[in-house]
């Protein structure tokens, strides 16, 4: 048995690229942790391109239903090749007869192709370890052909791709040629490789081994105009991603050259027992661009089978493209266009981009969803549930699954279990300013600890709010007409029943009694009048406004980010003990729904408008006792996005949140309180985000659209509990004790329950 390793070329004659080193299981050395099994281990090349990877990102990409065509001595029925080697054809005498007498061919086939079936004490496997092995005997025994026999080779494989009466799945797509010789102007392998070029094949072949500046024929014919980047030449580097001393170099053909591992590659093999002349598998290891050839043949078949509308041209650029460059930089004399990399090749290659149901494309990169407190965890739950997970596209048309649940951010922080303790101790600290005409100004802060456990951005420099966090003031004259503005996100102290009981001197409530759709018109400033009516009923008219230039944690501009504003009337009176209020407010909302942000593939554009219903009551049933509630419930119509995004708009839908409160006077001495609040927060109780979302590609590579609803109703429902005792210590100074329970916080049921213990002092001085 001999395999050819002359470096002379016989101007008429083709011969295989291999050196036999060993017909003996070699273990490979330097190998990544990973590789636990001998199979593993044998198979070393595959780690090198970093085929691996792919297989565990891609583990349905293993070359199943492609078919490679394998031009060589034949192919031996090894073990590794079960089922997948298909009946090939004879060249020299034009038979079915492609059994492998020498060991090259089915070396060469066995690093395309051998089977994954991780056997622990021996084996290897091959890069496209399901694709469908077609041998083509092109080379005698000897190893040795004819321009003629590799030529006529070449023309069965292209004949065969294009009879329709062949199963598409034994069709062959890519050729690969592990040998090389002679070449003339009449050469019959340059019709032959023009045919297949037409076809819609790919041509991977040996650049050759007698360390040349330019590949051997017909490996050199991918430089040629008519072979449209469709073959490829293949050099061999060693374990160090080193070009081989005799493998030849890319030269004038670097812009179709890739290298692959070619030194002491380890694959199947065919041997003669001396005793019965039976021919019988076996594994062997050798050198040479033929053994660096079928890594890249392997790697068309790869690609081929995880999209199947590609075009040759296409899978060959993927793979120039994406090889990791050895050398000088760039594309060389010496590596061509690099190292073949098929982590790199399954790989998006450009920006991913997915189409909408208008037929534009949006970018997936940047997107982001900002849920706000009332729909936060529900759009976090769609994301597990897989909702969220969409198929973007990349330059080259192929499709990937790209999950948009991480870009899901929670809602931004309402609050530890320290904020209403604060809020309340800031308005136990309220000042009211008596004129002699009966005129009164009260005025209530925000301290910045409170706007630190409200988890509030600073003001930005030139915003209309305070360094110290906000502010709220009232100024009410004899005649009971009242004028009230505030800056900050302070618009609980002067509306609803919270504002009511503000204007008595009970602001603690404020925080725990606001209006919750409050909080959705961000760091709102506020403005607004109230009269006196007959009968002792009160009317008050007001707006909240955004403001624009306080930074949000949302990533957009301060002043491209979405706006809302409310405007709102209510009644307010006192019945016997019990002082009641019933309010009606619009919020309008631009570029969000019910505080919910978009960007990116979801960006939403649009004006959505929620009507706003509130009434509360509180009332004295004993001395030094206040109890009440208050209920609010908002409906949000539907509205359609303008942007394109793969978000259509929203449903209509329902929200609320309610508070019951007590507090007793004194129970313990002169200026102390105790309160108790039980509230639910601001919680969606029905709407959804509409989506049309691509989910994949059809046979044809044409994306497969989708309708999904999102709903916004979380599963879950918070229930929070505060307890907080206030006691003078002097005249200039108080203190509290505080403990707050959040039961199923965010609404999220699996969230553990949250307890908050605090206790501080404030001094004036």
Same mark, same amino acid.
């Given at each position: 048995?001999?395999?050819? /390793?002359?470096?002379?070329?016989?101007?008429?004659?083709?011969?295989?690229? +291999?050196?036999?080193?060993?017909?003996?299981?070699?273990?490979?050395?330097?190998?990544?942790?990973?590789?636990?099994?001998?199979?593993?281990?044998?198979?070393?090349?595959?780690?090198?391109?970093?085929?691996?990877?792919?297989?565990?990102?891609?583990?349905?990409?293993?070359?199943?239903?492609?078919?490679?065509?394998?031009?060589?001595?034949?192919?031996?029925?090894?073990?590794?090749?079960?089922?997948?080697?298909?009946?090939?054809?004879?060249?020299?005498?034009?038979?079915?007869? /492609?059994?492998?007498?020498?060991?090259?061919?089915?070396?060469?086939?066995?690093?395309?192709?051998?089977?994954?079936?991780?056997?622990?004490?021996?084996?290897?496997?091959?890069?496209?370890?399901?694709?469908?092995?077609?041998?083509?005997?092109?080379?005698?025994?000897?190893?040795?052909?004819?321009?003629? !026999?590799?030529?006529?080779?070449?023309?069965?494989?292209?004949?065969?791709?294009?009879?329709?009466?062949?199963?598409?799945?034994?069709?062959?797509?890519?050729?690969?040629?592990?040998?090389?010789?002679?070449?003339?102007?009449?050469?019959?392998?340059?019709?032959?490789?023009?045919? +297949?070029?037409?076809?819609?094949?790919?041509?991977?072949?040996?650049?050759?081994?007698?360390?040349?500046?330019?590949?051997?024929?017909?490996?050199?014919?991918?430089?040629?105009?008519?072979?449209?980047?469709?073959?490829?030449?293949?050099?061999?580097?060693?374990?160090?991603?080193?070009?081989?001393?005799?493998?030849?170099?890319?030269?004038?053909?670097?812009?179709?050259?890739?290298?692959?591992?070619?030194?002491?590659? @380890?694959?199947?093999?065919?041997?003669?027992?001396?005793?019965?002349?039976?021919?019988?598998?076996?594994? %062997?290891?050798?050198?040479?661009?033929?053994?660096?050839?079928?890594?890249?043949?392997?790697?068309?078949?790869?690609?081929?089978?995880?999209? /199947?509308?590609?075009? +040759?041209? *296409?899978?060959?650029?993927?793979?120039?493209?994406?090889?990791?460059?050895?050398?000088?930089?760039?594309?060389?004399?010496?590596? &061509?266009?690099?190292?073949?990399?098929?982590?790199?090749?399954?790989?998006?290659?450009?920006?991913?981009?997915?189409?909408?149901?208008?037929? !534009?494309?949006?970018?997936?990169?940047?997107?982001?969803?900002?849920?706000?407190?009332?729909?936060?965890?529900?759009?976090?739950? %769609?994301?597990?549930?897989?909702?969220? *997970?969409?198929?973007?596209?990349?330059?080259?048309?192929?499709?990937?699954?790209?999950?948009?649940?991480?870009?899901?951010?929670?809602?931004?922080?309402?609050?530890?279990?320290?904020?209403?303790?604060?809020?309340?101790?800031?308005?136990?600290?309220?000042?009211?300013?008596?004129?002699?005409?009966?005129?009164?100004?009260?005025?209530?802060?925000?301290?910045?600890?409170?706007?630190?456990?409200?988890?509030?951005?600073?003001?930005?420099?030139?915003?209309?709010?305070?360094?110290?966090?906000?502010?709220?003031?009232?100024?009410?004259?004899?005649? &009971?007409?009242?004028?009230?503005?505030?800056?900050?996100?302070?618009?609980? *102290?002067?509306?609803?029943?919270?504002?009511?009981?503000?204007?008595?001197?009970?602001?603690?409530?404020?925080?725990?009694?606001?209006?919750?759709?409050?909080?959705?018109?961000?760091?709102?400033?506020?403005?607004?009048?109230?009269?006196?009516?007959?009968?002792?009923?009160?009317?008050?008219?007001?707006?909240?406004?955004?403001?624009?230039?306080?930074?949000?944690?949302?990533?957009?501009?301060?002043? $491209?980010?979405?706006?809302?504003?409310?405007?709102?009337?209510?009644?307010?009176?006192?019945?016997?003990?019990?002082?009641?209020?019933?309010?009606?407010?619009?919020?309008?909302?631009?570029?969000?729904?019910?505080?919910?942000?978009?960007?990116?593939?979801?960006?939403?554009?649009?004006?959505?408008?929620? /009507?706003?219903?509130?009434?509360?009551?509180?009332?004295?049933?004993?001395?030094?006792?206040?109890?009440?509630?208050?209920?609010?419930?908002?409906?949000?119509?539907?509205?359609?996005?303008?942007?394109?995004?793969?978000?259509?708009? @929203?449903?209509?839908?329902?929200?609320?949140?309610?508070?019951?409160?007590?507090?007793?006077?004194?129970?313990?001495?002169?200026?102390?309180?105790?309160?108790?609040?039980? !509230?639910?927060?601001?919680?969606?109780?029905?709407?959804?985000?509409?989506?049309?979302?691509?989910?994949?590609?059809?046979?044809?590579?044409?994306?497969?659209? %989708? $309708?999904?609803?999102?709903?916004?109703?979380?599963?879950?429902?918070?229930?929070?509990?505060?307890?907080?005792?206030?006691?003078?210590?002097?005249?200039?100074?108080?203190?509290?004790?505080?403990? !707050?329970?959040?039961? *199923?916080?965010?609404?999220?049921?699996?969230?553990?329950?949250?307890?908050?213990?605090?206790?501080?002092?404030?001094?004036?001085?």
């Amino acid at each position: 048995m001999k395999v050819d /390793t002359e470096s002379n070329v016989v101007q008429s004659g083709f011969r295989s690229l +291999a050196s036999l080193l060993a017909i003996t299981v070699v273990a490979a050395s330097g190998l990544a942790s990973a590789q636990t099994t001998t199979e593993e281990k044998n198979s070393r090349g595959i780690y090198q391109i970093k085929a691996d990877k792919l297989y565990l990102k891609y583990p349905s990409v293993t070359g199943l239903n492609v078919t490679a065509a394998i031009l060589d001595t034949g192919i031996f029925n090894h073990s590794e090749f079960g089922n997948r080697l298909l009946t090939g054809y004879n060249a020299f005498d034009g038979s079915t007869n /492609t059994t492998d007498r020498n060991g090259h061919g089915t070396h060469v086939a066995g690093i395309v192709g051998a089977g994954k079936d991780n056997p622990a004490t021996k084996g290897m496997f091959g890069v496209a370890y399901n694709a469908y092995l077609l041998p083509v005997k092109v080379l005698d025994d000897k190893g040795w052909g004819t321009s003629t !026999s590799v030529a006529n080779g070449i023309q069965w494989a292209v004949d065969r791709r294009n009879n329709p009466s062949v199963d598409p799945r034994f069709k062959p797509f890519v050729i690969n040629l592990s040998l090389g010789g002679g070449f003339s102007s009449t050469d019959p392998a340059v019709p032959a490789l023009k045919n +297949a070029v037409s076809a819609g094949m790919v041509v991977a072949a040996a650049a050759g081994n007698s360390g040349a500046a330019n590949p051997i024929w017909p490996a050199r014919y991918a430089k040629e105009p008519w072979a449209n980047g469709q073959i490829i030449a293949v050099g061999a580097v060693d374990a160090n991603n080193v070009i081989a001393s005799w493998s030849n170099r890319a030269g004038d053909t670097q812009k179709f050259y890739l290298v692959a591992p070619g030194v002491s590659i @380890y694959s199947t093999y065919v041997k003669q027992n001396r005793k019965t002349k039976q021919y019988v598998e076996t594994y %062997a290891t050798l050198s040479g661009t033929s053994m660096a050839t079928p890594y890249v043949t392997g790697a068309v078949a790869l690609v081929k089978s995880g999209w /199947t509308w590609l075009t +040759a041209s *296409q899978i060959t650029d993927i793979l120039f493209t994406s090889a990791t460059d050895l050398g000088t930089p760039g594309v060389d004399a010496t590596y &061509g266009r690099g190292l073949l990399n098929l982590e790199a090749a399954l790989g998006p290659l450009g920006p991913l981009t997915s189409p909408t149901s208008s037929g !534009s494309t949006v970018t997936v990169s940047g997107t982001s969803l900002a849920g706000s407190a009332a729909t936060s965890t529900a759009l976090q739950a %769609a994301g597990r549930a897989g909702l969220l *997970q969409v198929a973007a596209f990349d330059s080259y048309g192929r499709d990937f699954q790209v999950d948009l649940a991480p870009t899901v951010r929670p809602a931004t922080p309402a609050g530890n279990g320290l904020a209403p303790m604060l809020a309340a101790f800031d308005a136990a600290a309220e000042r009211a300013y008596s004129q002699q005409n009966g005129a009164t100004l009260r005025v209530a802060y925000r301290s910045e600890a409170t706007r630190l456990a409200l988890g509030q951005p600073a003001p930005a420099p030139g915003a209309l709010g305070l360094s110290d966090g906000g502010f709220a003031m009232s100024a009410l004259d004899a005649g &009971g007409r009242e004028m009230m503005f505030g800056l900050s996100g302070m618009a609980g *102290q002067s509306f609803g029943l919270a504002g009511e009981l503000a204007r008595r001197g009970e602001a603690q409530f404020a925080t725990a009694l606001a209006n919750p759709y409050f909080s959705l018109a961000s760091q709102h400033m506020h403005a607004g009048v109230g009269l006196p009516l007959a009968a002792g009923l009160r009317v008050k008219l007001g707006v909240l406004v955004s403001d624009p230039r306080v930074p949000t944690y949302d990533a957009v501009p301060p002043t $491209s980010g979405p706006r809302q504003s409310m405007s709102l009337a209510e009644v307010s009176g006192e019945l016997d003990s019990a002082l009641w209020s019933v309010g009606i407010g619009r919020l309008q909302e631009s570029d969000s729904v019910l505080g919910t942000t978009q960007m990116g593939a979801l960006n939403f554009l649009g004006t959505a408008g929620t /009507t706003v219903v509130s009434a509360g009551v509180a009332f004295s049933p004993a001395a030094r006792l206040k109890v009440g509630a208050q209920y609010t419930v908002g409906y949000t119509g539907g509205t359609a996005n303008r942007a394109d995004s793969l978000v259509s708009g @929203y449903t209509a839908g329902r929200s609320e949140a309610y508070a019951i409160f007590a507090s007793l006077q004194e129970p313990f001495g002169r200026g102390d309180s105790l309160s108790v609040t039980v !509230s639910q927060p601001l919680r969606a109780v029905s709407g959804a985000m509409q989506m049309v979302v691509p989910v994949g590609a059809d046979e044809n590579g044409s994306p497969v659209m %989708a $309708s999904r609803s999102i709903s916004l109703r979380p599963d879950g429902r918070e229930t929070r509990a505060d307890v907080l005792y206030m006691s003078p210590l002097n005249r200039r100074a108080k203190w509290f004790l505080g403990l !707050s329970l959040r039961d *199923q916080p965010d609404h999220d049921p699996v969230a553990p329950r949250e307890v908050t213990v605090a206790g501080g002092i404030r001094a004036a001085f």
